[in-house]
């Protein structure tokens, strides 16, 4: 149970301080994010509850997978000057896109 605690502690640290960076410098919290870091640690903290590398792989394999699919949540910002859209149109236009990318990382997810 502690180490559960350790680990929602430390990913709520790194949200937490990106989310507070984006306000002082947008571009740097936004190459922080960018950066794998959620997946190391998930990598290594799976690793080390399960020890089990099969398992370890295939959830490897699915964060490759998705990566690029959850792209799509962030292709409506890049649109919002052009179309004139409010920031919640944006949002929730990311998110039904993402949701068309997590069907994709299924259909892909399952031929390997």
Known sequence: MLFFIFKVVAAGLIVAFSSWLAGQNPKLAGFIIALPLVSLIAILFSYYEHNDTEKT??????????????????????????FNMNFFIIYITGLILLIGGYFIHRYIINLI
Do not use: G
């Not at 490759?64 to 409506?76: G, K």
């Open 57 to 82: 792989v295939m959830f490897t394999k699915s964060i490759f997978i998705a990566v690029p699919a959850s792209y799509l949540f962030f292709v409506p910002f890049f649109f919002a000057k052009s």
